[in-house]
């Protein structure tokens, strides 16, 4: 079974990879374990928006700039909702 053509432990690791990077450029602090699951749920989401609008991607750059991305928005849009 994999997830946007890796595998689910490549997908894990992508994640939380993903997840990171959003908390260093977002200048937030998490911890490791919200990093994974930014990463994965932002690029569920975004990978989720983008099918909708007639846009797929495979691979693990794509998932790993995916998962940034849609990191980023989740931290914003906590960010908009504490505030």
């Not at 053509?5 to 998490?30: P, Y």
């Not at 989401?45 to 794509?62: Q, R």
């Amino acid at each position: 079974m994999d997830v946007n053509g890796v595998g689910w432990i490549a997908a894990l690791l992508i994640g939380g990879l993903a997840g990171w990077l959003a908390e260093q450029f977002m200048k937030s602090n998490m911890g490791v374990l919200m990093n994974i699951i930014l990463g994965m749920i932002g690029a569920v989401v975004l990978n989720a928006i983008l099918a909708f609008a007639g846009m797929a991607f495979a691979g693990w750059l794509a998932y790993l700039v995916i998962g940034f991305i849609g990191a980023c928005i989740l931290i914003a849009a906590g960010r908009a909702i504490r505030r």
